[in-house]
C-alpha cells in the first residue's frame, strides 16, 4: 500500500476510545495522505458529524456513553449517509450482521491486519467517490423511470404513485449500478463487488433483498416487475422503458 | 448441562402435573363423601320403613329391633334416630376435614417444590447469562491491547521509520503488553475470589509496613506521570489480616488513584491511617478526575468501567475495584469510596478489624 490518495486528500474521522489503537490507527492513515481527525466517544462522534463533513467513519463498536451502533443508526436517520467502516472486538457473523444492518459499509474484526484496514478504507473510498462522482452531473443525478424520479445527490425519489422515498445508501448504488448500463445483465457478484466490496456478506442473498427493496418502491405490481428483472441463475437486468 | 436442564423442566411438569392431580382428588373424594352420606341416609330411611312396615304387619317391636337394631320404636310407630344421623354427618365432616387437611399438606409440599426447582432454575439461567456476559467483556478487554500490539508491529513492519519515530510503538507495545498481564492476573484473582478458593492466613501485620512497600513498588511510575505520592502511616499500627491480600488492596487502590491523576496532567495521592474503634482505617486520597457522588457502588461491580469526563477514557481493567471490594469482604474488613462529583477527587478508605492483643 503506498499510493497516495489522487485527488483532495480525503479527511476520515476515527472514533475509538483505547488511546493506543486510536494513534496507530490515525498515524497509519494520516502516512497514508489522509487528513484523520479522532474522537474517543459516541456521543463526540454525532456531535463532530453534525458540524463537520468527512468521507469515511471509522467507527469502534464498543463505546463509552453511546455505542457504535447506535451513532451508526442516528446518522442514517438524520439523513447523513457517510460511509461508515466499523471495528470491533467481536467478530462472530451475527455481530457483522448487526453493524451492517445499522447502515454500516463494512466490518473489521480486532484484531485487524494494518494492510487489510487501509485496503477496505481504499476500497470503501473508491466505491464512494465513484458513485459521486458518477452523480455529479445534472444528467447523471437524476433518473427517471417508468414515472419514478431518482435523485442520486440527496438519496430522495419520487415514486409513479407520487409517495416520495427516503433511498438508504445501498439501495441508490445499486440502482446507480444497473442504471449505468441499462438492459445489460449485471450479475449478482458484480453488484456485491461494486456496492459492498469483496467479502462483506456471508451470501449473494443479501442482493436479492435489495432488489426486492427496491420492487416494492418502484414497480407499480411488484410480483411482476417490469424494470427489475431477475434473469435467473445470472442476476439482474434493469430497464429504462419497462417491459412491454 | 444440558440433560440437567431437561431434568429439571421435567421435575417441574411432573411437580404441576401433580399439583393438578391433588387438586382433583381432593374435589372428588369431598363429592363422593358427600354422596356416601347420602345414600347412607336414604339406606337408613329405608330401614325405618322397613320397620314401620313390619310393625303394620303385627311383628312384635321386640323382633323387629332384633332385625333392624338402629331404628327407634315408640308403641307402633318407627322412627329414626337422631344419634345415627348424627353420627353419619360427623363421619361425613370427618371424612372432609381430613381429606382437606391432607391434600392441602401435598399441596403445600408440591408448591415448596416448585419453588426450590423453579428457584435453581432461575438461578442458573442467570449465572449461564454472567458467563456469557463475562466472557464477552473479557475478550473484548484482551483484543484491544492485542489488536493494539498488532497494529504497532505491522507499522514498524510496513513502514521504514527511524530509531526516534520507533521509539513510541515500542513504548506502546509495551504499555500494552503490560495491560494484558495485568488483565489475566486480575482475572484469575477475581475468578478464585468469586469462587471463594482463596484461603487468607489472617495473621497481625503492620500496615505501615506494607503501604510503604507498595508504595515503594509504584514509585517510579508515579515520578514519570508527575504524581506526588504522600504516605503517612505510622510504624506500629496491627492490622489483622492476610499480607498478600492486604498488599494486593493497597496496590489496586494505588493504581486506580494514578489512574485518576493522570489524566488531570499530575496531583496528589494521600495515603494516612488511624485507628476507629475496632478498626484500623487507611484512607488514599487524590486528586484526580473524581467520580459522580451517585456511582460509589457501581464503582465496584465487575467491569464497572465508568468513564469520568465523558471524552477521555480511562484504561482499566474493570476488576480492580471489584477486586478489592471482595477481599474486604472475604477477610472481615470493608471498602467504601466517596468523591464531591467529577473533577474533584475521590477518597477510599479500606478497614480491617484491629489485630488482638497478644496473649501473654
Known sequence: VSAVPQHAPATLLVVEDDPHLAAGVAENLRAEGYTVHHVGDGTDALEWLRRERCELVVLDVMLPTMDGLTVCRTLRKEGNNTPVLFLTARGDPQDRIHGLEAGGDDYLAKPFHLHEFLLRVRAILRRWEWY???????????????????????????????????????????????????????????LLERVWGYDVFPSTRTVDNFILRLRKRFEQDPAQPKHFLTVWGVGYRFLLEGEP | MKTTRVFQITALLLVVVSVVTVGWWMIDLRNFVSTTTENAKLQYGHEVSAAQVMLDAGVPGGKVLETLPRVAIEGSAAK????VIAELDAERESRKAQYEWESGFFLLALGVCIAVISRALRAEAQVLQEQDHFLALVSHQFKTPLASLQLSLETMTMRSLSPAEQRPLIDRMLADLARMETLVTRILDSVRLERGRVEFKRQPMDLGAAVS??????????????????????????????????????????????AAVAPVGGGTVTLSAQR?????????????????????????????????????????????????????????????????????????????????????
Not at chain 1, 452523480?135 to 409513479?160: H, I, M, Y
Open chain 1, 132 to 190: 459521486q462522482s458518477s452523480s455529479a452531473s445534472p444528467a447523471t443525478a437524476v433518473l427517471r423511470f417508468g414515472g419514478n424520479e431518482v435523485d442520486f445527490r440527496a438519496f430522495r425519489a419520487r415514486s409513479f404513485n407520487g409517495v416520495s422515498q427516503e433511498l438508504t445508501e445501498k439501495e441508490a448504488m445499486i440502482l446507480k449500478v444497473l442504471a449505468e448500463k441499462p438492459g445489460e445483465i449485471v450479475s449478482r457478484e458484480d
Open chain 2, 80 to 83: 329414626p334416630m337422631q344419634s
Open chain 2, 213 to 258: 512497600r507498595v508504595v515503594g513498588q509504584l514509585e517510579t511510575r508515579s515520578t514519570q506521570q508527575r504524581i506526588t505520592i504522600a504516605a503517612d502511616v505510622p510504624r506500629g499500627l496491627e492490622v489483622f489480616a492476610d499480607p498478600m491480600s492486604v498488599d494486593v488492596v493497597i496496590r489496586n487502590l494505588l493504581e486506580n488513584a494514578l
Open chain 2, 276 to 360: 476507629v474503634g475496632g478498626e484500623i482505617e487507611l484512607s488514599i486520597r487524590d486528586t484526580g478526575v473524581g467520580f459522580r457522588p451517585t456511582d460509589n457502588v457501581e464503582l465496584f461491580k465487575k467491569f464497572s468501567r465508568l468513564h469520568p469526563g465523558g471524552g477521555t477514557s480511562y484504561q482499566g481493567t474493570g476488576l480492580g475495584l471489584f477486586i478489592v471490594r471482595r477481599m474486604m469482604q472475604l477477610e472481615g474488613g470493608r471498602v467504601s469510596a466517596h468523591s464531591e462529583g467529577l473533577g474533584q477527587g475521590a477518597q477510599f478508605v479500606l478497614a480491617w478489624p484491629i489485630a488482638p492483643a497478644e496473649v501473654p
